[in-house]
């Protein structure tokens, strides 16, 4: 059977030549720019339909200055709450007709560092950075350099740039004051990578709460870990083992959580009788495991929406508008924690 030939792509000169006029008549026409004739329009359309002309990206961001391109930078595309905030992303992006670079950064900030200047060489239109662990000279200098920005969970203290947060002091707060309604005072943490900022501001609810309460506050009891089953697990097992009066745990996520309902099992610890524990975000996994995880919501999907729509409004020069965003979680009771 004889090979196909690939179609030779078609060209702006073959616009042009079919319907007999210039070059810069054809771009005007793709780039809907100047002056034309509805007629001149209407002839270069038909053809350009009719040959099945489409323009070429690196041609068009040289008329316009844009790309469209979005860049999309997350430290773990396994972790569910990233993954849903992804879907929110490309969905917008797919409407406003943007194409979205998916970056993973696997939690470190080497690897984001490079993924960020990757980014600037692609002259991507903007970024929308989630849950960075830069230390905060290496973020602002690193992202000075692109030309719109949206921070997911983390703040910028000198508001150049976007920002979508959690009110995470909210969350953690509520999620403690839970634990203490049901009598729990020994009431441990597993508070998330050391640079995440999400972590420390939880932590700040955590603390709030147990102050407000009349709790003594046990920094031994804090424990930073990351945020996947297997390090929630290992964290878990060695602050139970550690200190066996604790009968609650605080997780940084869902999945830190799931660990730690891992850790009671390895040490014979009934959940929720004998250690309640609780999660953050109410990604899908945290209802699906036995026990339910009691947990905050995030409308992760619309959270990561709402950053491209941020983000297009900085890559528009903020027409008005350019609010940035705080979602605020809500409590979701289930049977690790009733």
């Not at 773990?76 to 993973?104: H, I, K, T």
């Not at 799931?258 to 929720?272: E, F, M, Q």
Request: proline share 6%.
């Amino acid at each position: 059977m004889p090979l196909k030939v690939p179609q030779q792509r078609i060209t702006m000169a073959d616009v042009a030549s079919e319907a007999g006029v210039s070059l810069m008549t054809v771009s005007r026409v793709v780039n809907n720019k100047g002056e034309i004739s509805d007629s001149t329009r209407q002839r270069v359309q038909t053809v350009i339909n009719r040959l099945g002309y489409r323009p070429s990206d690196i041609a068009r961001s040289l008329v316009t200055n844009r790309t469209g391109t979005i860049g999309l930078v997350v430290p773990d595309n396994s972790n569910p709450f990233f993954s849903e905030v992804a879907r929110g992303v490309e969905q917008v992006a797919f409407e406003e007709g943007y194409s979205v670079f998916l970056c993973n950064t696997e939690e470190d900030p080497q690897r984001e560092l490079a993924v960020l200047q990757s980014l600037e060489e692609k002259r991507v239109d903007g970024v929308i950075l989630c849950s960075s662990r830069l230390e905060e000279n290496e973020l602002q200098t690193v992202l000075a350099r692109h030309s719109a920005v949206v921070l997911v969970n983390r703040r910028d203290p000198e508001a150049r740039f976007g920002a979508v947060l959690i009110d995470d002091v909210r969350g953690g707060r509520m999620i403690v004051e839970h634990l203490i309604s049901r009598g729990h005072r020994e009431i441990g943490f597993l508070s998330g990578p050391a640079r995440s900022f999400s972590g420390q501001q939880r932590a700040v609810g955590y603390r709030a709460a147990l102050e407000a309460a009349g709790i003594p506050h046990r920094p031994e009891w804090e424990r930073p870990c990351l945020p996947i089953v297997e390090s929630g697990r290992e964290v878990a097992h060695d602050l139970l083992s550690r200190y066996p009066e604790i009968t609650a745990l605080f997780c940084y996520n869902d999945l830190s959580a799931i660990g730690a309902l891992h850790a009671c099992t390895d040490l014979g610890r009934r959940v929720p009788d004998d250690v309640a524990i609780a999660g953050f975000d109410d990604t899908p996994l945290a209802a699906l495991v036995t026990p339910a995880v009691t947990t905050c919501r995030i409308p992760m999907t619309e959270l990561g929406g709402q950053a491209l729509r941020l983000l297009l409004d900085h890559i528009h020069n903020c027409t008005g508008r350019c609010q940035d965003v705080i979602i605020r979680p809500q409590l979701i009771i289930r049977a690790s924690a009733p």
